[in-house]
């Protein structure tokens, strides 16, 4: 099984958020890591 990292930073999860370009590209990693396809990870700094 091939898992892709994602590790965003600030930047990403505001997209997630707020529509700019590049959210619909963040929303699918996400939406992959609900799935199981890949796997999200977060610095402790990320954590608000």
Known sequence: M???I???D???LIEKYVM???SDL???Y???AYSDE???AF???NIG
């Open 2 to 4: 091939n898992v892709e």
């Open 6 to 8: 994602f590790y965003p």
């Open 10 to 12: 600030t930047n990403a």
């Open 20 to 22: 700019e370009p590049g």
């Open 26 to 28: 963040v929303r699918d």
């Open 30 to 32: 996400f939406l992959k």
């Open 38 to 40: 890949n796997i999200l």
């Open 43 to 45: 610095s402790i700094w």
